[in-house]
């Protein structure tokens, strides 16, 4: 802690320095830092997902082996992560949480000196609103209503991919490390969900990988707990879970885009010269396809290759219109 203290409000130029946190909280195993604004900050998705990037780079930075921690591998967790109230108990050390009051609120601009990059700092001015009430909203788009407010479901696009996604991911466990366990779990539900698996056979298979990752070494012990807490995810309105949190997330690498193994360069010029040829053979046109749906076939193989694509980019690496695109996956 005293070495933590000592770099503390030093010029954010200096490598080591960090910001001075509103509080400090003992956990029993370790800190968590609070840094409280002056102002409460309008949560637009835009602006949240500035935050994720922010605290990403300040996690980054704080992050420091044999300093202000014990732990190599360093663990990310969104800007939602609960954590034990202050004034409870720590029953795994036999510990109270206890808080300190180490520093004043902060603003943006204080946290953006700690943060190297300009395109990770947080800019509250990029926030875009709505002209029309929920009311409103109910009435004029009943449809994004019913979908968005009422079902959950955010993303502008939703399919179900088939299951090879799901078991290709509970074939990563090898790559588990401490620290990303449970996000390893977490994750193995969103792709439950997202190749249509039962709820039932995830439960299943959460306990199966269960007893494999408990074993991976590290300072806190995964428990059933886990389990239940990974599965409250098993929800559509996590489907398009962003690839680069997940890799974020559990620390296992994923290629956006499998391309069976060829740059991608050439990956682009295969799929738009095979458009082009189906276009010369007046299979495709710009409107419904000819015959049996030459485009729904080309935008599956797509997705065969490439799981983990979204409808913008097959849109745009296909040379076809992301309404198309919507319309084949649905299917």
């Keep these: ?36 604004f002056n102002h409460p900050i309008d949560l637009f998705p835009n602006i949240k997902d500035q935050f994720r990037e922010l605290k990403h780079e300040l996690t980054f930075r704080i992050w420091d082996w044999r300093e202000t921690t014990q732990e190599k591998n360093i663990q990310y967790q969104g800007i939602n992560q609960g954590f034990r109230m202050v004034g409870s108990k720590n029953d795994k050390y036999d510990l109270p949480i206890r808080a300190f009051k180490t520093g004043s609120r902060v603003d943006i ?12 700092r947080v800019d509250l001015k990029e926030k875009f609103f709505t002209e029309y ?4 909203a109910k009435l004029k788009f009943p449809e994004w209503y019913e979908k968005v407010i009422v079902k959950g479901q955010r993303s502008k696009g939703y399919w179900t991919v088939n299951r090879a996604l799901y078991d290709w991911w509970k074939k990563k466990i090898p790559e588990v490390s401490g620290g990303h366990r449970y996000y390893y779990l977490m994750v193995l539900v969103i792709y439950g969900i997202k190749c249509g698996i039962p709820k039932k056979e995830v439960k299943k298979d959460l306990y199966d990988l269960f007893e494999v990752v408990k074993k991976v070494e590290h300072s806190h012990e995964l428990t059933e707990y886990d389990i239940e807490s990974a599965l409250e995810v098993y929800d559509p309105s996590y489907h398009n879970f962003p690839i680069d949190v997940i890799v974020e997330k559990t620390g296992i690498k994923i290629e956006k885009n499998k391309r069976n193994y060829r740059k991608q360069e050439v990956h682009l010029k295969l799929a738009r010269g095979q458009l082009a040829i189906l276009r010369e053979l007046e299979e495709v046109k710009e409107g419904r396809p000819k015959g049996s749906g030459t485009k729904e076939d080309l935008v599956k193989e797509y997705i065969k290759d490439n799981p983990n694509a979204n409808p913008t980019e097959i849109a745009r690496n296909l040379g076809i219109s992301r309404p198309t695109v919507y319309k084949y996956l649905r299917k």
């Design 1 to 36: 802690l005293n070495i933590f203290m000592k770099r503390l409000d030093i010029d954010p130029n200096v490598p080591r320095s960090l910001p001075r946190p509103t509080y400090v909280v003992l956990s029993g195993s370790g800190l968590h830092l609070y840094y409280v």
């Design 133 to 136: 009430t929920l009311d409103e």
């Design 109 to 120: 601009d204080y946290l953006n000196q700690y943060v190297h990059k300009e395109e990770k």
